[in-house]
Every structure is written in C-alpha cells, then in structure tokens.
C-alpha cells in the first residue's frame, strides 16, 4: 500500500498533523478508499490539571507512552468503483475538514485525549479491556 501524503495540518497549539491518501486497489476496478491523519501530541503536565493526583497521573503517562501519544483518525470505504474514487476520497477529507477539524482545534481537545489515554492504560492494568 503506497502512502501518498496530502498535506500538513497545523493547529493553534503548535500541533502538527499529517494527512494521508492510503488507497489501493482491490480486485479490478474495485478500490479500497482510506483517509488516514496523524500526529504525534505531546504529554505536557498541565493537561494533568484535572485529575487527582496530577504530577503521578503526569509521570506515569509519561512512562507509559513516552513524550508524545500517536493521535490517528482513519475513514475507509471498501470495494469503490475506480470511476469515483477520487470523489469519495474527497468527501472523506470533506468530513474531516467540515466536522472533525474544527473539534480537534478546541483549546482542551487533545488535553483530553492525552487524559483519556491515560485512563485507558489504568483501566489496561486492572484487567478492564
């Protein structure tokens, strides 16, 4: 599957994602049809502000994850017909741009995905999938 990169994405924050166009071929004039964006957000301390026990809660994403956590947003469609592929990749970059962006562009979205991903590995280790 070859990866052709569309653009980058910077947010207010400093934040930079990557937008990818992943499609490929399935059988004949039949394509898969995958938006993929990504980036790396980084485990900053204040975003611990609201959990208790904040600067543990901080250390231990940190050891977790390391400095930063891999934010991914993929959309797919499978078996598009070639003659409107490009049209549904547009529309799946369309969505993004229109309804996903401007969420992610609010000032505590990714403070609460760094948080969430820290509540996920608690849950992890408790045995709770």
Known sequence: MAKK???KIELSDGIILDAWDLSRVV???RWFV?????GDIPVKREYFDIVK??????EE???VFGASIRYEYKRERIFIDKKVKDEVFQELLTI???NILPYMSKPDFFKKF????YKDSKLRNLGIP
Not at 34 to 38: A, C, D, G, H, P
Not at 53 to 58: G, H, L, N, P, S
Not at 114 to 117: D, R, Y
């Open 114 to 117: 760094v948080v969430s991903k």
């Open 53 to 58: 026990d904040d600067e543990a809660a901080f």
């Open 96 to 98: 993004f741009e229109e």
């Open 27 to 29: 059988a004949g004039d």
């Open 5 to 7: 990169h569309l653009k």
């Open 34 to 38: 995958r938006l993929e964006v990504s």
């Open 61 to 63: 994403t940190q050891k």
